[in-house]
């Protein structure tokens, strides 16, 4: 199985040693490969570098602290620093649609209520504990 490719943010906190994947990015991209976050699973992490190259690196998927103690558990990415890259890409055009992980359905628009409108899925199903 091909290694999943998700979204965080190389400007975040606690970058790039620990990845969070709280960002509507990170959801959709779960989603698209219908994949459910799980404490141990081997991902690859990449953000928008410039419009031809994203950053990206490996990790393992964690749920708990991160280097502040005040922040909340939360689900990231602790990286592998040597595998830090640049990669090619081409850019989709057109709107940002964020598919339900049940039945694809375009949630984006209610994410606030928590739940698909259509087949009634918790729209966070991809990142609960
Ligand atoms: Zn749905």
Not at 29 to 51: F, W
Not at 53 to 78: K, Q
Not at 82 to 98: D, H, I, K, N, P
């Amino acid at each position: 199985m091909k290694q999943p490719r998700l979204y965080s943010d190389f400007n975040g906190p606690f970058q790039p040693s620990h990845m969070l994947l709280s960002y509507v990015g990170t959801l959709r991209d779960l989603n698209v490969q219908k994949v459910v976050l799980s404490t141990g699973l081997r991902v690859t992490v990449y953000s928008d570098s410039d419009e031809e190259e994203d950053i990206e690196m490996d990790g393992i998927v964690c749920f708990g602290s991160v280097p502040d103690p005040t922040w909340p558990a939360c689900w990231h990415v602790r990286t592998d620093a040597q595998s830090l890259r640049f990669a090619r890409v081409t850019r989709e055009t057109g709107s940002f649609l964020l598919p339900c992980f049940g039945c694809g359905s375009d949630i984006y628009e209610h994410l606030n209520t928590g739940r698909c409108p259509a087949c009634g899925l918790d729209v966070e199903y991809a990142r609960h504990r």
